[in-house]
T-cell receptor
Framework: GEDVEQSLFLSVREGDSSVINCTYT??????LYWYKQEPGAGLQLLTY?????DMKQDQRLTVLLNKKDKHLSLRIADTQTGDSAIYFC?????????FGDGTTLTVKP | GAGVSQSPSNKVTEKGKDVELRCDPI?????LYWYRQSLGQGLEFLIY????????KSGLPSDRFSAERTGGSVSTLTIQRTQQEDSAVYLC????????????FGPGTRLTVT
């Protein structure tokens, strides 16, 4: 079945760039996306990329997609303490989403 | 505007009891999803409803789990004879259509089975 994997933890200093990586197995994915979950809050869609794109930039966020290697990454430029959260990678196909286990990003001042 | 709401926000129950979790999706959203998030883990898909179509129940972990959606709106997830391993946060999400990637999540119900 489909599988999405990502590293569990990432720690960076405020002002540095953060890169969160994700791999997936379903080559039929139509969208891939990143959700952010802040402590005690629900998941919120952060950004997405269509499977026929290889890069998308949205302010401080850059998403890179390598379809050949089934690798997705999220880069956060100038990381702030407010970016501390759990980031979930997910792929979407035929009405269903498969989520990774989440990467906990800790931003140190 | 109103988002996805879930009730109760917290539920503590004894092993063996039945529980019902409720989800109110965003008005007009035809697709509704249930997920389970266990401590320190990702989201596990349970079931999804799209309009009047038969629900996709492929993620339900056992026959103790069932869900229904009345009138294409409110949904109830029922867990019968709860077990300690059922303890988790149960998340509901809705989207405009099944082919819409953007799901709007509710705050979840934290279920603790003692």
């Amino acid at each position: 079945g489909e599988d999405v994997e990502q590293s569990l933890f990432l720690s960076v200093r405020e002002g540095d760039s953060s890169v969160i990586n994700c791999t997936y197995t379903d080559s039929s994915s139509t969208y891939l996306y990143w959700y952010k979950q802040e402590p005690g809050a629900g998941l919120q869609l952060l950004t997405y990329i269509f499977s026929n794109m290889d890069m998308k930039q949205d302010q401080r966020l850059t998403v890179l997609l390598n379809k050949k290697d089934k690798h997705l990454s999220l880069r956060i430029a100038d990381t702030q303490t407010g970016d501390s959260a759990i980031y979930f990678c997910a792929e979407f196909h035929a009405g269903k989403s498969t989520f990774g286990d989440g990467t906990t990003l800790t931003v140190k001042p | 505007g109103a988002g996805v709401s879930q009730s109760p926000s917290n539920k503590v129950t004894e092993k063996g009891k039945d529980v019902e979790l409720r989800c109110d999706p965003i008005s007009g959203h035809t697709a509704l999803y249930w997920y389970r998030q266990s401590l320190g883990q990702g989201l596990e898909f349970l079931i999804y409803f799209q309009g009047n179509s038969a629900p996709d129940k492929s993620g339900l972990p056992s026959d103790r789990f069932s869900a229904e959606r009345t009138g294409g709106s409110v949904s109830t997830l029922t867990i019968q004879r709860t077990q300690q391993e059922d303890s988790a946060v149960y998340l509901c999400a809705s989207s405009l259509a099944a082919q819409s990637y953007e799901q709007y999540f509710g705050p979840g119900t934290r279920l603790t089975v003692t």
